[in-house]
């Protein structure tokens, strides 16, 4: 179960075809970018089958959103004022020492 893309529908990869017989004629499963997908409320369902066949069945979560740059920035120029990366307690050492 893949929802890196999409968490309403991940797709389903690996030995589908192996499990669709066995699973409820009103599970449906749709064709996305050469790969089978499903709703997110099916996905216990079909863990339910994959078990049942012996199936081990992995989840690749969706990624959380990367930091903007501009985020980035602040974090470091806020680590710089408390004095938490290396350069920042050298500087703050060298201006004491004086």
Known sequence: MDFIEDKTMPYVRGDIAELA???PKDLTLRRRNDFWCC???DVPRIKL???AQNFRVNEV???????SKEAKTKQSMRSLRQNK??????WQKASLSV
């Open 61 to 67: 979560p969706p990624t959380p959103p990367a930091k």
């Open 49 to 51: 089958v994959a078990n």
């Open 39 to 41: 709703f997110a409320e």
């Open 21 to 23: 017989g066995h699973f």
């Open 85 to 90: 990366t290396p350069l920042a307690r050298a």
